[in-house]
């Protein structure tokens, strides 16, 4: 015989996109809910402070985002020029 457990699983946020994957700002979005969450019984000056550190967060993740594709594609086209893949890696470069 088996036992089965209820739990609680805290909130629950999903995004979806059309035509693609999520963007970056979405991704930042994400990540900034999972790293900084604002207590509603805060006093007023915590949460104004709160909300600002977000905002920064959101865009300081934004820009490493932004980044990390550049470079993602920048290695990818490297290997594919390696590889004597030229004409791909220059669709690829241009993305």
Request: glycine share 6%.
């Amino acid at each position: 015989m088996f036992e089965i457990g209820v739990s609680t699983v805290g909130n629950v946020n999903v995004h979806t996109s059309q035509n693609g994957g999520l963007t970056n700002e979405q991704v930042a979005d994400l990540a900034v809910e999972k790293i900084v969450s604002i207590s509603d019984d805060a006093p007023p000056h915590i949460r104004q402070q709160a909300k600002q550190f977000r905002e920064h967060l959101k865009k300081v993740l934004y820009n490493y985002l932004l980044l990390a594709r550049r470079e993602e594609r920048a290695s990818i086209v490297h290997i594919l020029r390696s590889n004597g893949q030229k004409e791909l890696a220059e669709y690829i470069r241009r993305l």
